[in-house]
């Protein structure tokens, strides 16, 4: 099984979960989809990113469809992408764990949505 397989049954727990008609508004634009393979499994996890301020020289970027952190160095004027900035760690609002073989998922957390503000995250898009 592949990610994109993974992400699918993992996104069909989600929204059994979660009806798309009921979802925050704030969703599709501020959550973010990965996963990682964790024996013989797909471990899919949906994560929002808390605001932050930006430094001098920050910016937001476009790269494949995501946003990312960048700045430019100012040694070397070469632009560098900010990977993670200690302190801001990314909140996992669902987790899922898909097993390969049998596409069997197990949620392994969910987080109530429906009352949190939005506009504490960063949008993806």
């Avoid at 993992?10 to 989809?33: Q, Y």
């Avoid at 996963?35 to 899919?44: E, N, P, T, V």
């Avoid at 596409?103 to 504490?120: F, H, K, T, Y």
């Amino acid at each position: 099984m592949d990610f994109s397989a993974a992400k699918q049954f993992a996104l069909e727990s989600f929204f059994a979960l979660h009806p798309r008609e009921h979802l925050p508004e704030w969703v599709e634009r501020c959550v973010t989809i990965g996963g990682r393979r964790a024996s013989g499994s797909w471990l899919i996890e949906l994560t929002v990113n808390p605001r932050v301020r930006l430094k001098e020289g920050e910016f937001w970027e476009m790269r494949n469809g995501r946003k990312v952190l960048a700045k430019i160095d100012v040694c070397s004027g070469q632009k560098r992408i900010i990977i993670h900035r200690s302190g801001v760690c990314p909140i996992v609002l669902f987790s899922a764990l898909i097993d390969s073989s049998t596409a069997a998922v197990r949620v392994e957390m969910d987080s109530d949505i429906a009352d949190m503000d939005g506009g504490l995250y960063e949008s993806v898009g």
